[in-house]
């Protein structure tokens, strides 16, 4: 049994056209967020939110990656202090630095 017809295709577009989000539409229509989107996609009808409205991603993720990465290269001159063929090593380079 097909659940898209004329009439579900027409309801389908003037509801992504009046701004609803996909998981809006769904619970509107009764359908799933992927009967939607995989619909949306066959008749090639972009929607969503703007990008100019779209939440940045958190600050919080991209400092605790950069920490991560300082502890890192930190880790890795305390080793060119202490044992300086051991930096070798761990950046794969193989033989002795002169």
Known sequence: MTVWNDITVSVLTKLIA????QREVAEIMGLTPGMVIGKLWRLKIKSGIPKSEK?????KIAKVKRTEKERHEKRL????VKKPGRLCFN????GRIL
């Open 18 to 21: 009046s701004g609803k989000s």
């Open 55 to 59: 939440k940045e991603r958190p600050l």
């Open 77 to 80: 001159a305390r080793l060119a």
């Open 91 to 94: 950046l794969g380079i193989t």
